[in-house]
């Protein structure tokens, strides 16, 4: 018989390494930028798109559909005692570190890299309702001129300029994002999507872009970007969403642009809504078109609403919380205070208080 420390040895070697990760790099964000992000993430994203970005259906998804036998077959058999309670416990410790440390190894340490906001050197102040004003006025105006009423979406097309307009941004921001084979792809069992009420989702796993292919035309181009940018080390919601829009915003496509402003006056309206007295004003600029865009969409995620979604909504909660997001789902919408600053530093909107 093994003693026991020979049985733990195996399940430390695995976890102390992460451990001693999660330790160095949320302590110095600079070491996990340079070091981690722009280095070992660059060369660990290539290898696995490269593995697994070339199949056309979900490896992730295969995966977690095999697990589900595997686990009823596991419990049978402690049931049945071919294996020993305490070796299907081991078992079970094992698997659930190798999948702690792959996550954290392969992708999870993005968390702790230095806010996007350092690096372009944003202003982190809190944003003003004058700002606020000016950053959905804009965007007001050019989603009026810019409604598009969606036909034959050619997703081919969406996520080969996305890929271009990137690079673009890339230049732009001067910052350096990995390359890798980005192919966006569709779940068999899309229905997972629809009840947990989520548009994309990245696999850190398989390093995999998932898109739902129940999205509406409208939403597919910003909600595609957003995707791409995760599997590129962006890990922060809101850094994705800042990503996404001025991806979308760089092209010349109607269907990109439009995405981008429909996605962002959304946001802005609901920050106005609570921030400013003045919010009918500007709720009452949106064209009836985009009304009704308003509507479609939220009435094809209504319909998926229930206790699946709510469950899985303060999971993601709790798991961004856990991983250094303090504000959890909220920020989701921090990009708006993002894309403000970055505007003032373009010269897009004038900030009278001096913040850059």
């Given at each position: 018989?093994?003693?026991?420390?020979?049985?733990?040895?195996?399940?430390?070697?695995?976890?102390?390494?992460?451990?001693?990760?999660?330790?160095?790099?949320?302590?110095?964000?600079?070491?996990?930028?340079?070091?981690?992000?722009?280095?070992?993430?660059?060369?660990?994203?290539?290898?696995?798109?490269?593995?697994?970005?070339?199949?056309?259906?979900?490896?992730?998804?295969?995966?977690?559909?095999?697990?589900?036998?595997?686990?009823?077959i596991w419990i049978v058999?402690?049931?049945?005692?071919?294996?020993?309670?305490?070796?299907?416990?081991?078992?079970?410790?094992?698997?659930?570190?190798?999948?702690?440390?792959?996550?954290?190894?392969?992708?999870?340490?993005?968390?702790?890299?230095?806010?996007?906001?350092?690096?372009?050197?944003?202003?982190?102040?809190?944003v003003d309702t004058a700002?606020?004003?000016?950053?959905?006025?804009?965007?007001?105006?050019?989603?009026?001129?810019?409604?598009?009423?969606?036909?034959?979406?050619?997703?081919?097309?969406?996520?080969?300029?996305?890929?271009?307009?990137?690079?673009?941004?890339?230049?732009?921001?001067?910052?350096?994002?990995?390359?890798?084979?980005?192919?966006?792809?569709?779940?068999?069992?899309?229905?997972?999507?629809?009840?947990?009420?989520?548009?994309?989702?990245?696999?850190?796993?398989?390093?995999?872009?998932?898109?739902?292919?129940?999205?509406?035309?409208?939403?597919?181009?910003?909600?595609?970007?957003?995707?791409?940018?995760?599997?590129?080390?962006?890990?922060?919601?809101?850094?994705?969403?800042?990503?996404?829009?001025?991806?979308?915003?760089?092209?010349?496509?109607?269907?990109?642009?439009?995405?981008?402003?429909?996605?962002?006056?959304?946001?802005?309206?609901?920050?106005?809504?609570?921030?400013?007295?003045?919010?009918?004003?500007?709720?009452?600029?949106?064209?009836?078109?985009?009304?009704?865009?308003?509507?479609?969409?939220?009435?094809?995620?209504?319909?998926?609403?229930?206790?699946?979604?709510?469950?899985?909504?303060?999971?993601?909660?709790?798991?961004?919380?856990?991983?250094?997001?303090?504000?959890?789902?909220?920020?989701?919408?921090?990009?708006?205070?993002?894309?403000?600053?970055?505007?003032?530093?373009?010269?897009?909107?004038?900030?009278?208080?001096?913040?850059?």
């Amino acid at each position: 018989m093994k003693h026991p420390l020979k049985k733990i040895k195996p399940v430390a070697v695995i976890v102390a390494p992460t451990v001693v990760g999660l330790l160095v790099f949320s302590t110095w964000p600079l070491v996990t930028e340079k070091i981690y992000s722009e280095f070992f993430y660059v060369g660990i994203t290539r290898v696995m798109t490269w593995c697994f970005g070339w199949i056309p259906f979900s490896v992730s998804e295969i995966v977690i559909i095999l697990l589900v036998p595997t686990i009823f077959i596991w419990i049978v058999l402690i049931v049945l005692r071919k294996i020993r309670f305490v070796k299907a416990i081991y078992i079970l410790v094992l698997s659930i570190s190798v999948l702690f440390s792959w996550f954290y190894f392969s992708w999870g340490f993005n968390y702790l890299r230095q806010p996007m906001s350092t690096r372009l050197q944003l202003s982190q102040a809190v944003v003003d309702t004058a700002l606020v004003k000016q950053a959905l006025q804009g965007e007001l105006t050019e989603a009026n001129e810019s409604f598009l009423v969606y036909e034959n979406l050619d997703e081919e097309k969406i996520d080969q300029e996305i890929e271009r307009c990137y690079r673009v941004v890339e230049k732009q921001l001067g910052i350096s994002l990995p390359g890798g084979i980005r192919r966006p792809k569709h779940m068999f069992i899309h229905a997972i999507l629809n009840k947990t009420m989520t548009s994309g989702v990245f696999s850190p796993f398989f390093h995999e872009v998932h898109v739902n292919m129940e999205l509406l035309p409208i939403e597919y181009p910003f909600v595609l970007a957003h995707e791409k940018a995760h599997q590129m080390g962006i890990a922060n919601e809101a850094e994705a969403n800042f990503l996404a829009y001025l991806v979308c915003m760089a092209s010349p496509m109607p269907e990109l642009r439009y995405s981008a402003h429909f996605s962002q006056v959304r946001k802005l309206l609901n920050r106005a809504y609570s921030s400013i007295t003045d919010y009918g004003f500007y709720r009452r600029q949106v064209r009836a078109e985009i009304n009704a865009d308003f509507t479609r969409v939220q009435e094809h995620w209504l319909k998926h609403a229930g206790v699946v979604a709510d469950f899985s909504h303060k999971a993601y909660d709790q798991y961004l919380r856990a991983n250094r997001i303090k504000e959890g789902v909220k920020n989701y919408a921090g990009d708006i205070d993002m894309l403000i600053w970055w505007k003032v530093r373009s010269g897009e909107l004038v900030d009278v208080t001096g913040n850059k």
